[in-house]
């Protein structure tokens, strides 16, 4: 089974660093582009046509603002916000796994989990990834779009993101 240890294939995502902030210029350039293409060179040049015209114009490049506003905070939130990381220290309550009205049915039966990269204890539902090196709590996937863990503290703006 040793042997089996050595092969972990999720090593190869450490590579994904490398990356770096390229993609968060990726996106930012994609926005840009669909900036120009809405607000520039099709409804904008609108504006100076008739009035019908420049009514539904200026609606249309309201709601394209808001959204952008909207999608940008959103983007710059997941990339900036730390996605949560476990206490230096951080031990399993002993006193918890002894009383069964603290503990559920996911957490009954699983031995009290260590970090070997990070020298410390892991919380439920926390994964250490590869990627950022260390232990990220409620670990749902590195992101390499926006250069970082989606984890407990960032999910919330990941999903709005998305959405
Ligand atoms: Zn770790
Ligand atoms: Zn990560």
């Not at 994904?16 to 120009?36: H, K, N, P």
């Not at 015209?53 to 609606?59: E, H, K, N, V, Y």
């Not at 309550?93 to 020298?119: F, I, N």
């Not at 439920?124 to 260390?134: G, I, Q």
């Amino acid at each position: 089974m040793d042997c089996f240890r050595h092969l972990n294939p999720f090593r190869a995502c450490a590579g994904l660093r490398g990356l770096g902030y390229l993609m968060v210029a990726i996106v930012l350039a994609i926005v840009a582009v669909s900036y120009y293409a809405v607000v520039i060179y099709s409804w904008g040049p609108m504006l100076l046509d008739g009035a019908a015209a420049a009514a539904g114009a200026a609606a249309v490049l309201a709601a394209f603002h808001v959204l952008l506003s909207l999608i940008m905070w959103c983007y710059l939130m997941v990339v900036f916000t730390d996605p949560g990381s476990v206490p230096e220290n951080w031990r399993h309550d002993a006193e918890d796994s002894g009383d069964p009205a603290s503990s559920t049915s996911e957490d009954q039966g699983t031995a009290p989990r260590y970090c070997s990269r990070c020298q410390n204890g892991k919380p439920p539902r926390c994964h250490h990834c590869s990627v950022c090196d260390r232990c990220v709590l409620k670990m749902d996937h590195h992101c390499i779009w926006v250069v970082n863990c989606v984890g407990a503290r960032n999910y919330k703006y990941f999903l709005l993101f998305l959405v």
